[in-house]
Structures are given as structure tokens and as C-alpha cells.
């Protein structure tokens, strides 16, 4: 059953994204909305192999910071791109994926919309405050890309403090691989970029529920269908939890 659901995860239509149910907030309200599923993960979460277009290259040099005056560390982006885009031309910004994710950091389609690359209808904004007037210049343009992922994640920030989920930083819960992870502002955000602050607030009322273990055999009927979910932001709650967030 439960393999049956995340396949049907899977195969939810990438072209009707938009028509989606959505929270107050813009945020997907079910598992048919765009999954994340298909980043570019280099085994790091759930398991997902790479799949943006393009084959992997070697990079032309060490990575210099375009956007030094981002809010967000290096080291957090780093280990954003180590995720999402690793291996990909241009230190990861030149890839694309299938599900419409773009760039170092795999914004996909929802994303650019909240920072006003696009318009509500999906279709490109040439008047977005970012400059970039089609994909290809957003592509090109690794600048733009951290100013665009910047502003973003500010606005994942204040979704999980709206939702309740910054309520628990500093919590301590046991990982369905046995180890202890820290919750951190840092994998909060790295999580919600993954898979949503709303299926953040849900795993988090999971742990509270099965007392702060994680033991995905106690699902009950209606999580299941968010296995996927739940494994890849646990995933990225203990891979991100000793990486600064702000300089």
C-alpha cells in the first residue's frame, strides 16, 4: 500500500502544477502538488539519483561567491547545491529538471513565482526585479540566481515561524536511523526548499505525537501517503543541522 501511494506520488501531472490546491500561505495543500521529486539529489535524500537535463561535467574551477552580500552563509548554500544540483555545468547553475526546477539550487516553479519571476499563470515575467528576462538569463546569470534564492528562503523563514515550525528549534528527536538530530532554522528551510513548510509542520506533528522518535512503522492510515515526504525532510533536518544559516 504504501509503495503503491508513493508511486502514485510519482506520476501526478508536472504540467497542471498550478491548478493545485493551495494554503493561505501559496504552499501546496496535498501530495499532488509539485513533490520536489526529481531534483537533482546525489543520494543524499530518499535516495533520488540525479535528473536535470544535461550530463554532469567537471566544474572549470573552485566556486567564487557572485552575491557576497547574501543573508544566507556560503556554507549553507554550498550544501544546498551539494544536494541539488551537484556535479551540474557551472557549479550547478546552469541545470534544469524535468519538474521545472532551475538553476544552483533547483527554485522550482512555485518558488519562482513567490519572487516574482513568474506570474501566477506560470508563464515567464520579463519585468521581474532580478533582470532576468527568459530562463536562459536567469540560467546564465549565477548573481541572479543568489539574490533570487536569497529572498526566497526569507520567505520560507517567515512561512515556518507563521506555521509554528521555528517553535521547535533546539528540539532533540531520534532518527528512524538511530541517531539524535537537532532541529535548526537551517534544516527547517533546507527541509521546506525540499518538500514545503507545510509537510514540515506535518512531520513535526508526527514527531510530537510519537514522542519525538521517528519510527515511520507508526504512520498512521492518512501518512502514509507522506512517507517520501517525511523521509527527505528528516533527511535534510540532520544533514543541515550543524551548517550556519546567517553570516
Do not use: C
Not at 46 to 75: F, M, R, Y
Request: aromatic fraction near 8%.
Amino acid at each position: 500500500l504504501l509503495n503503491a501511494m508513493i508511486e502514485k506520488e510519482r506520476r501526478a501531472d508536472k504540467n497542471t502544477w498550478w491548478l493545485q490546491p493551495r494554503d493561505d500561505l501559496g504552499q501546496w495543500t496535498d501530495e499532488d502538488g509539485p513533490p520536489g521529486a526529481g531534483r537533482l539529489e546525489p543520494g543524499g535524500d530518499a535516495g533520488n539519483g540525479p535528473s536535470a537535463q544535461g550530463a554532469q561535467v567537471a566544474q572549470a574551477g573552485p566556486w567564487v561567491d557572485p552575491w557576497p552580500q547574501s543573508s544566507l552563509t556560503a556554507d549553507f548554500r554550498n550544501t544546498l547545491h551539494q544536494h541539488e544540483s551537484l556535479g551540474y555545468a557551472n557549479h550547478g547553475y546552469a541545470a534544469q529538471n524535468a519538474d521545472g526546477g532551475l538553476g544552483r539550487y533547483q527554485m522550482l516553479p512555485d518558488a519562482q513565482i513567490d519572487v516574482g519571476l513568474r506570474n501566477a499563470d506560470g508563464s515567464w515575467n520579463p519585468h521581474n526585479r532580478y533582470g532576468a528576462r527568459n530562463e536562459a538569463a536567469f540560467l546564465a546569470n549565477p548573481a541572479t540566481q543568489e539574490r533570487a534564492i536569497d529572498d526566497y528562503l526569507d520567505l520560507v523563514e517567515d512561512r515556518l515561524q507563521r506555521n509554528g515550525s521555528t517553535l521547535h528549534i533546539n528540539q532533540q528527536f531520534r532518527g528512524s536511523l538511530g541517531t539524535t538530530v537537532t532541529i535548526t532554522m537551517a534544516g527547517l528551510i533546507a527541509a521546506a526548499h525540499r518538500y514545503g513548510q507545510t509537510n514540515v509542520r506535518r512531520y513535526l506533528n508526527y514527531l510530537i505525537r510519537n514522542n519525538w522518535a521517528s519510527d515511520f512503522s507508526t504512520l498512521l492510515p492518512r501518512e502514509r501517503g507522506r512517507l517520501r515526504a517525511f523521509q527527505e525532510i528528516e533527511t535534510r533536518l540532520r544533514e543541515f543541522e550543524a551548517v550556519p544559516l546567517r553570516p
